[in-house]
């Protein structure tokens, strides 16, 4: 169906948790382990530091679509509305003014999008003529109260588009944390949370941070639904216990064994998940405690030890307002579709804090080329 769909196929010779899915025609090209990430070329500001309307942007990863003329549409999360914003672009740089495209339903109501509901991921649906965006979704009434900030309670939630991206209709909630949200919470975030997805051997796959209260389990977690689904309310089953067996809303999960930082364990978020054809295998940039980290695996759910792509310039588990961060990281590989694959050079896109006392952030990119063996 789409690109990294055979990417995968030609990849691996069965999908995780699937055994006997293979693909008996193609041979799969041999992985290669990631030994670095080099980052060069300066930092560049791609929303400079100021620009009206932009302060919080971008607020999760980037989906982004090549277009047959050449273009670019790039999706984003921004403040104020803390909804979705379309950029059409030449070249991923300059971007221009942004539309917003996509808005929470509605503050003060108990819908799970309520306060909150930013791109995760953006593909073709199985007509091949649709758009479908895996979004983070998020709720912030507790006991009457609709907060501003912390706390919130999130759910992932999938729209469909018929106009190319410009606007988009709600299908529903599609995964959520095992813990319902209560009627009082700790100033924290809890649910299921910044998804980032692929497509391979007929299935979507969603990885997403869960953080259950109630129950004390917190992770990585991953689910999936058949392509053919459309990923629609009800179709997917989360990862647990050694399958895909977990209803997708309210099931348990397994977490993934994902550490950035052993010294710092589970400080680790925001992760964005392509297909890489130098490396053949998956890539996944997230941010840690000493910076924003790159880490692969051949499954999707066997993760390596993590490299640091750029270093932070305050460790991330001390990091506040007084302090700059780097946060929301995107790989790109412009010459690529979309952001579900990526090849050995590209950019590296982030959110830069600027360590003013706000909560404020802008977009910047660094050029980036990975070495493996």
Known sequence: MTAPLLAGILAFAA???????????????????LTAITISGGERNVIPPGSPGMQYTPD????????????????????????????????????????????????????????????????????????????????????GIDYQGLPFYAGVGLARSQDGGLTWQREGEIISGHDPQQPTQTPTGAGALTPTAVEMHGFIYVIFREIDLQSGVSGYGIARAAIGSDGDPGSWQKYDQGSF????????????????????????????????????????????????????????????????????????????NANPRN????????????????????????????GDGTAHHYLHRQAFTLTGH
């Open 245 to 320: 067996s977990s209803a997708g809303i309210g099931g348990a999960f397994t977490p993934l064994n994902i550490v950035l930082d052993p010294s710092v364990p589970r400080d680790e978020r925001q992760p964005d998940l392509s297909y890489n054809t130098y490396l053949h295998q998956y890539l996944m940039a997230m941010v840690g405690n000493g910076g924003i980290y790159v880490l692969t695996s051949p499954d999707l759910l066997n993760w390596s030890k993590g490299v640091v792509a750029l270093p932070a310039p305050y460790p991330d588990a001390k990091a506040t």
């Open 60 to 143: 999760l990863h980037m989906p982004f679509m090549r277009q047959p003329d050449g273009l670019f549409k790039l999706w984003v999360s921004a403040g104020g509305a803390y909804g979705t914003y379309l950029f059409r672009t030449p070249d991923l740089f300059a971007l221009g003014a942004p539309t917003t495209v996509f808005t929470p339903s509605g503050a003060g109501t108990t819908a799970f999008d309520a306060d909150y509901a930013g791109p995760g991921s953006i593909f073709p649906a199985a007509n091949g003529k649709d758009l479908l965006m895996i979004y983070h979704a998020e709720n912030h009434l507790f006991s």
């Open 327 to 354: 946060w929301d990281p995107t790989l790109v590989s412009p010459s690529e579709p979309s952001d579900e694959i990526t090849r050995r050079t590209g950019y590296l896109y982030y959110a830069k804090f600027l």
């Open 15 to 33: 999908s995780p948790g699937c055994a006997g899915s293979a693909t008996p025609s193609a041979k799969a090209p041999s992985a290669l382990t």
